[in-house]
């Protein structure tokens, strides 16, 4: 059964999307200082949810995607066997909700991997303000896409690689994504647990295990827990040539 969706209290003292550190990656990327307040009227900023606590839930009304501010977010579907399946892993000043604006209802189930801070955006609002700035609607179609092409890698990762490679891809795409937020992009620290890297990758957790010992023990990286050290990116870079290949084709 779905775990319903508690409301969460938000500060009465309004942050400012300019002062914030994700500016450069969120939606205010899109929008010019003068229309800015325009975007900050219909945000509701702030809002905490504690690890394991749902953001959204699938099948439930679609209302608003959310930008994370920071902590983590995974995302899930319930499959027709009842079982979970990952779909992704959302950090700071990414959007979540974004695959389900088509729709009615959520496609998927998001929950907080730890405490963390979102930004809501109601949906008719935004798609109100879409209409009036021209440069937030291109880079909602942008954003659109980028979720498109991230499926579509997604599946070819699944379907034709090894587990190698689905790991070295996956380690390489968190390293890209530390970076842009000025983060350490070779030590950094895991969001997700074991167990849901092996779901989103379609492999078991022994392997997933196995992969990251053989890493080590071939000094690519050093882990200990969730704490990640890339001892050598090109030899990862290495490991997934062929699916950069094919993802180029």
Do not use: W
Not at 95 to 114: I, N, R
Not at 205 to 223: C, D, H, K, L, P
């Amino acid at each position: 059964m779905a775990q319903a969706i508690h409301l969460h209290q938000v500060s009465p003292l309004k942050a400012s999307c300019q002062q914030c550190s994700l500016s450069n990656l969120c939606l205010p990327l899109a929008v010019e200082e003068n229309d800015l307040e325009r975007l900050e009227d219909i945000v509701q900023q702030g809002k905490i949810y504690n690890r394991g606590e749902h953001i959204f839930d699938q099948s439930t009304p679609m209302r608003s995607c959310f930008a994370v501010k920071s902590g983590s977010v995974k995302t899930s579907i319930i499959t027709e066997g009842g079982d979970e399946q990952v779909t992704g892993f959302f950090m700071p000043g990414e959007l979540v909700g974004l695959d389900s604006m088509s729709s009615d209802t959520y496609a998927c189930t998001a929950k907080a991997l730890e405490r963390t801070s979102v930004c809501e955006f109601p949906i008719e609002k935004l798609e109100e303000l879409t209409g009036k700035l021209p440069e937030l609607q291109h880079h909602m179609y942008h954003l659109l896409s980028q979720e498109i092409q991230n499926s579509h890698q997604l599946a070819m990762l699944l379907s034709k690689n090894t587990a190698e490679e689905r790991i070295a891809a996956l380690l390489l795409s968190l390293s890209s994504r530390f970076r842009r937020r000025r983060m350490s992009p070779t030590n950094f620290s895991l969001p997700m647990a074991r167990n849901d890297i092996a779901n989103f990758l379609g492999l078991a957790v022994e392997t997933v295990s196995r992969v990251f010992t053989r890493f080590q023990n071939q000094g690519i990286i050093r882990a200990r827990g969730r704490e990640v050290e890339l001892l050598d990116v090109e030899a990862l870079q290495l490991v997934t040539r062929d699916f950069a290949r094919q993802g180029c084709q």
